[in-house]
């Protein structure tokens, strides 16, 4: 049974229920978030003439295949040819097409990266690149496939915005607030499937970062996959006494700058979790505003100057240091910097 | 076959002799931009002139009052070094005020060193790392097709800009998608950065890889008025204006016929000279990214007002 239900927003109830047990989601729906991308472009399809997929033959992976389907005019197999997408992408939003690119992250943020930053968001078009099998969570498939690095490229580039949802629901919504703003969006999945953690209230605005769980003593900022082994920790450290207060950061850039320093003043101490490298990163832009601002003691759990490797998504965050017990650590360590403070 | 969008805008164009002319002006405008920032590419800005002025001033469907007119066709400068040639051919249409060509490259100016889209009037597509205008343009194209337009897309690349493999990946999609509103123009100068193109890294044959690649290929002296206009009517999405049909059509004053080929897209390989206009900088590399000091400006100034060409 876990610690007072109150503390928790927007989290399900049977989710809150099982957070400090051995099997934290095992109740919980668990689902690929780049297959609610998928349903949530069913939904854009329908509502919205202006809308475009364009895929570079993963479609069957990320499922876009259906919105071929449904919609075959509107949709674009740019076989295995990432920069052709991008860049085709950007012609289009010239004319007033919505279109998506979907691809892997790996190929998104590196193999097209030249025509995301020139073509695409140096004229600041209304191109949202979707991009499935972001950090390590295709851990099987190994390095070459694992987009370990999208999170700071895309945030390093000027007029982006990144958003790396944590749920299947998040998601949805993120799809759909990224169709609704006018200009690049990077929409960051997950290849392995992830808890469905919230329920359909979750309020999604796009820079606007979310508390999902109160506390007082320290806080975890999360991104994307992380946010639900941050509820974990988080959950463990209360049984311990310690009430740490939980951010979903879904929107990188921008950055929710009030919501991390209302954090930094209220808890004292902050650790960042992302499954990305440590560089530049949710990591790198937290501690550039506390430092800016607020300098309180800080932690970041990220893949470190090392490329992973192939394995299970779980056996990978935990050996590359980002499962919960990593973040649990991380908390004590702050907070332990904050009383020598 | 398709219905013009509006009446209003279409224009028959000016005679090959009035575009020859033309061609001259935005020649001299080049050399003095190019000057005046002590920065820039002569070389493939000269090369592209006559193709870029024939499109401007009479196969395109433009209004320089309105830029972004939705059914205007679209030119893309997939090598978009070049854009001198560009940013003259649009202050000539009238897209904005000459006294902006002094600026080029300068501080707060809009016309970028590389064609800015969003700061510069008709400038269709934002370019200036290769390979990628070719591909936008691809964009347009298919955009084109699913809003029922018919405008027509034109992107030209360079000899050297094929070296990029991205323009090879367009080259592939377009006949997949029937993109006969898309004509890419290679300007086949035959020189890149560094030296002539064939001692860096050879691209021809061309007309045989477009060919492979199941495009209509046209090949054309792209300093011809005569042979341009007719090769860029040909293509054209929509019947050109001054014509009764697309089918064996021949301007008067040209002198090649060409037919339209439904459901395929052209490519229009230019046989052109880097520099051209100017004797010394004529198929002369380090002519592709420098500028010319005060008397190599007025020797090329002259030789245009001499007529010598």
Redesign the interface.
């Known amino acids: 049974m876990s610690d007072h239900p109150s503390r928790y927003h927007h989290v399900l109830p049977e989710i809150v229920e099982q957070l400090a047990s051995d099997k934290p989601f095992g109740a919980a729906k668990m689902q690929a978030t780049r297959y609610s991308y998928a349903d949530a472009m069913l939904e854009l399809g329908e509502r919205n003439p202006d809308v475009?997929v364009l895929d570079a033959d993963v479609s069957k992976s990320m499922r876009t295949n259906d919105f071929a389907k449904r919609f075959p005019?509107?949709s674009?197999n740019?076989?295995i040819?990432e920069?052709?997408?991008?860049?085709?992408?950007?012609?289009?939003?010239?004319?007033?097409?919505i279109?998506f690119a979907s691809t892997y992250a790996v190929f998104a943020s590196l193999r097209a990266l030249?025509?995301v930053r020139?073509?695409i968001h140096?004229?600041?078009l209304n191109v949202k690149i979707a991009a499935s099998h972001s950090g390590i969570t295709p851990g099987p498939d190994g390095v070459t496939h694992q987009g370990q690095e999208d999170l700071s490229l895309l945030r390093a580039i000027a007029n982006s915005t990144v958003v790396a949802p944590a749920d299947p629901v998040s998601a949805k919504l993120a799809v759909h607030a990224a169709a609704a703003y006018d200009g690049p969006v990077y929409l960051s999945f997950t290849r392995d499937p992830v808890p469905t953690i919230y329920s359909p209230d979750f309020p999604l605005r796009l820079g606007r970062a979310v508390v999902v769980r109160d506390g007082w003593d320290a806080t975890i900022i999360a991104l994307r996959d992380l946010v639900a082994h941050a509820l974990v920790a988080a959950a463990r450290l209360a049984e311990a006494g310690l009430e740490v207060r939980v951010i979903d950061c879904h929107t990188l850039k921008p950055l929710d700058v009030e919501c991390v320093l209302r954090a930094a003043h209220e808890t004292g101490a902050i650790v960042t979790a992302e499954n990305n490298v440590i560089f530049g990163g949710l990591g790198s832009a937290v501690a550039e505003v506390l430092v800016e601002n607020h300098p309180i003691p800080m932690q970041r759990i990220g893949v470190r100057d090392i490329f992973t490797e192939s394995g299970p998504y779980l056996a990978l965050l935990d050996k590359y240091g980002m499962s919960a017990r990593h973040m649990a650590e991380a908390v004590r360590q702050v907070m332990a910097r904050k009383r020598r403070a | 076959m398709h219905q013009v969008s509006s009446a209003a805008r279409t224009e028959i164009g000016p005679s090959i002799e009035e575009l020859k002319g033309t061609a001259q002006v935005i020649r001299r405008d080049i050399i003095t931009m190019i000057h005046a920032a002590q920065a820039g590419h002569p070389g493939g800005s000269l090369s592209a002139t006559d193709i870029v002025t024939a499109l401007y001033f009479r196969i395109m469907r433009l209004d320089p009052a309105d830029p972004h007119w939705?059914d205007r066709d679209r030119f893309i400068l997939s090598k978009g070094h070049a854009c001198p040639v560009w940013y003259a051919a649009l202050a000539e249409r009238g897209f904005f005020d000459k006294t902006h060509l002094a600026t080029l490259r300068k501080l707060d100016s809009i016309l970028q060193g590389h064609a800015?889209?969003?700061k510069t009037p008709g400038i269709?597509?934002?370019v200036?790392?290769l390979?990628?205008?070719i591909?936008?343009?691809?964009?347009?194209?298919?955009?084109?097709k699913?809003?029922g337009k018919d405008y027509h897309v034109f992107v030209m690349i360079g000899d050297g800009e094929s070296q990029e493999?991205?323009v090879w990946?367009?080259a592939?999609?377009a006949p997949r998608?029937k993109l006969d509103n898309l004509t890419v123009i290679v300007d086949n100068n035959g020189i890149q950065n560094d030296t002539f193109t064939d001692d860096i890294m050879p691209v021809e044959p061309l007309a045989e890889k477009w060919r492979a690649f199941r495009w209509n290929v046209i090949e054309i002296d792209g300093h011809k008025m005569e042979e341009i206009v007719p090769a860029l009517e040909s293509c054209l999405y929509r019947d050109p204006p001054d014509s009764a049909g697309a089918e064996g059509h021949q301007p008067e004053d040209c002198d090649t016929t060409v037919t339209r080929r439904p459901g395929i897209p052209t490519v229009i390989i230019a046989k052109t000279v880097k520099g051209r206009g100017v004797s010394f900088m004529e198929n002369v590399p380090a002519w592709h990214g420098a500028a010319p000091n005060d008397a190599q400006a007025q020797a090329a100034l002259a030789e245009f007002a001499e007529g010598l060409r």
């Open positions: 475009v005019e509107r674009f740019f076989g040819a920069q052709n997408m991008m860049a085709a992408a950007a012609g289009m939003a010239t004319t007033g097409l279109p030249d025509q020139n073509s140096y004229p600041r | 939705p800015d889209m969003k269709d597509m934002t200036g790392s390979g990628q205008g591909c936008a343009g691809l964009g347009m194209a298919l955009a084109g699913l809003h493999g991205s990946e367009a592939l999609a998608w």
